[in-house]
């Protein structure tokens, strides 16, 4: 049974990571364990960069963005000796276990480390839900929520000068925000890494839909796309229309969590710990058909994960 167990925020930062921090702690608390808070990532594990943590030092947060513990990229834990090192540092600690909250560059470090005798367990944080083995990851729908009212405001501007707004969101290299939010504001188009696209075919069907009356647009195009600027040029010369591109940024990853993060966030966050505290480690704790499950890391790593073809489908006939 761990006596003893940490929690590290890694990679991105992403709303609804305050509300597993919290959930860790008081766990883990709950359970009679001492707990550690390791700030930085991998980069504060290394440089014993840590606070004892107790019940009123999550106090307050589950409603705040971002990450208490702070988080960093750490290129040294991407080789076998500053692994060691992390190895040796939880035995100074006298870690028995870790919750690592990120991505899977965060959980390939945690599964070197569970190699090397130090239980670890992931946490899915990340707004882009780019992760495989699970259906949901912390702090996609307050990223979606974001980005749906940035592009609602958008529209009313777009409704009064008579524009095309092409409008850039995050993802890194997945399309999943970029789908649901189109959806969500009714967008005419939905550019995606996932999909090939037909600026020409776009353009008129905008053509078209001017003939019959409409004046404003929407086009979402996902990062990952990485051609924001050309698509918006190319609608403005084949189409005519005064055609202006937005690119949201960083203030998706932002913001107080919706509920749904903070209860995901909250259930996955006890399920760590359980585990954790029957000498389980190398697992990733996800969503499977809407409940909370846990994986082996090395098969979470190399699951494929579907695109949602049937909302682009319905997107495709709904937009005009």
């Known amino acids: 049974m761990a006596k003893t167990i940490g929690v590290l925020t ?54 705040r963005g971002g990450t208490c513990l702070y988080t960093a990229r750490c290129p040294e834990f991407r080789d076998i000796e500053g692994v060691k090192l992390g190895k040796q540092k939880c035995d100074e600690l006298g870690l028995d276990g870790i919750v690592v909250i990120g991505g899977d560059g965060s959980f390939r470090g945690a599964a070197d480390l569970s190699a090397q005798g130090v239980p670890c367990i992931g946490l899915p944080g990340t707004i882009d839900n780019d992760i495989s083995c699970t259906e949901y990851t912390i702090g996609y729908d307050t990223a979606m929520n974001t980005a749906m009212e940035m592009i609602d405001k958008l529209k009313d501007t777009a409704q009064s000068h008579d524009r095309c707004s092409v409008v850039e969101v995050m993802g890194r290299n997945a399309g999943y925000i970029a789908i649901n939010v189109a959806a969500a504001v009714g967008a005419e188009a939905c550019i995606t890494p996932e999909k090939p696209y037909d600026l020409d075919q776009i353009a008129k069907n905008m053509q078209k839909a001017i003939k019959e009356g409409k004046q404003h647009f929407v086009v979402v195009v996902a990062e990952g796309v990485g051609k924001t600027d050309y698509i918006t040029k190319q609608i403005a010369d084949i189409t005519g229309i005064e055609t202006r591109a937005t690119v ?73």
């Open 248 to 320: 949201l940024g960083h203030v998706q990853r932002g913001g107080s969590p919706t509920v749904r993060d903070r209860v995901i966030a909250t259930k996955m966050g006890f399920h760590a710990v359980e585990l954790l505290e029957q000498g389980i480690g190398n697992r990733v704790v996800g969503m499977k058909d809407n409940k909370i499950y846990d994986v082996d890391i090395q098969e979470a790593l190399s699951m494929k994960k579907p695109f949602e073809d049937e909302l682009y489908d319905i997107l495709q006939k709904t937009a005009f």
């Open 10 to 63: 890694s990679g991105g930062d992403a709303p609804g990571m305050n509300a597993a921090v919290r959930a860790v702690c008081r766990a883990g608390l709950e359970k009679g364990m001492k707990v550690y808070g390791i700030l930085r990532g991998y980069n504060g594990l290394l440089k014993g960069d840590y606070i004892d943590m107790n019940a009123r030092t999550v106090s307050g947060i589950i409603q």
